[in-house]
């Protein structure tokens, strides 16, 4: 099946220690997006890859960084994680409209200790 | 800018009951998109239905149903026939397209009890 895979399920990384989430997906879709959801809120987009093209959110700290080696994949890399950067980490993907709704991963949930 | 807005924090509908989730938003497109999104308790997010907004008519998926009011930017969702699998967050969404970004409501957490 088609889909959106998100590696690790669940990351522990050390306060200030360099961590990189990773998503995949085989449903050649265009754009891809990083969120950040904390517990019992809304995700919020950190930033979204069109095709090769980077667009990154006005609020999302320089912290966070993300590169898109092909179509398929997309990284997620957090310099030096502190303790407010404890969530969970959703990625998703679309056509270039976006009109058939995104398709998530199962994310990844980062602890930092 | 785009706003989404769900007024119900938390809900809760007996098995089999039938329960409505309010949405509102505000865009100042013309063409648009609507979703429900349904996050179960540390599971994915899954797409429960979509609206194009020059569609008339009200989107329909086995249980669940929309009641869609562009002229008072209103976008409820109704399930029928709650069943516990039900239980789970839920997220109203609008893309306008522009630079094609989800914008997301703060959620509606639904309980299904028996």
């Known amino acids: 099946d088609a889909m959106v895979i998100q590696n690790p399920r669940y990351q522990v990384t050390q306060f200030g220690k360099p961590v990189t989430l990773s998503c995949s997906q085989t449903?050649?879709?265009?754009?891809m997006y990083w969120y950040q959801q904390k517990s019992s809120q809304a995700p919020k987009l950190l930033f979204h890859y069109y095709d090769k093209d980077f667009n990154n959110e006005a609020d999302t700290p320089d912290n966070f960084q993300s590169r898109r080696p092909n179509t398929s994949f997309c990284f997620l890399d957090i310099r030096s994680p502190g303790l407010g950067d404890a969530a969970m980490y959703l990625c998703?993907?679309?056509?270039?409209?976006?009109?058939?709704?995104?398709?998530f991963g199962s994310g990844t949930r980062l602890t930092v200790v | 800018a785009q706003t989404v807005t769900q007024s119900q924090p938390e809900m809760s509908v007996q098995e089999a009951e039938t329960v409505t989730l309010s949405c509102t938003y505000d865009?100042?497109?013309?063409?648009?998109?609507l979703f429900w999104y349904k996050q179960p308790p540390s599971r994915q997010m899954i797409l429960v239905i979509r609206q194009e907004a020059y569609k008339q008519q009200n989107a329909t998926e086995n249980r669940f149903s929309v009641n869609f009011q562009k002229a008072a930017k209103s976008f409820s969702l109704k399930i029928s026939d709650s069943q516990l699998g039900d239980t789970a967050m839920y997220f109203c969404?609008?893309?306008?397209?522009?630079?094609?970004?989800?914008?997301f409501g703060t959620g509606t957490r639904l309980q299904v009890t028996l």
């Open positions: 865009t100042s497109e013309s063409n648009y998109y």
């Open positions: 969404a609008l893309d306008t397209g522009t630079a094609s970004k989800l914008t």
């Open positions: 449903l050649n879709h265009n754009v």
């Open positions: 998703a993907t679309s056509t270039r409209t976006g009109a058939d709704g995104y398709t």
